[in-house]
């Protein structure tokens, strides 16, 4: 099992900045990808940036040249940079991460981040 807790939401300005972290407890070194996802209110989940199985590096289209995916390898934390701040980012934000051993993937509870003038 791999349990994820989040932090770092909050409330800024548009063109403000924010970090989330993702720190996994657990068998974390079992995870073999992990990531962000985010739901808006009315819409579906949607992916944010990742790293793969393969250790590549996903961004959605919205979040390329404004978020920065990383992690710390000693313990698989994983952080979200997001600059740039939308209204449009509005959202929970979410981490997830995949176990080698069968495939499952965790999630966390998820960290509100608002948007707001």
């Known amino acids: 099992q791999i349990q994820l807790t989040e932090s770092g939401g909050g409330l800024v300005h548009p063109g403000g900045s924010l970090r989330l972290s993702c720190v996994p407890s657990g068998k974390i070194f079992d995870i073999v990808a992990q990531g962000w996802y985010r739901q808006a209110p009315g819409l579906e989940r949607e992916l944010v940036a990742e790293?793969?199985?393969?250790?590549?590096?996903n961004y959605a289209s919205s979040a390329k040249g404004r978020f920065t995916i990383s992690r710390d390898n000693s313990n698989n934390a994983l952080y979200l940079q997001m600059n740039s701040l939308r209204l449009e980012d509005t959202a929970v934000y979410s981490c997830?991460?995949?176990?080698?051993?069968?495939?499952?993937?965790?999630w966390g509870e998820g960290t509100r981040v608002t948007v707001s003038s």
């Open positions: 790293f793969t199985r393969g250790n590549k590096i």
């Open positions: 997830y991460a995949q176990s080698w051993e069968n495939g499952m993937i965790f």
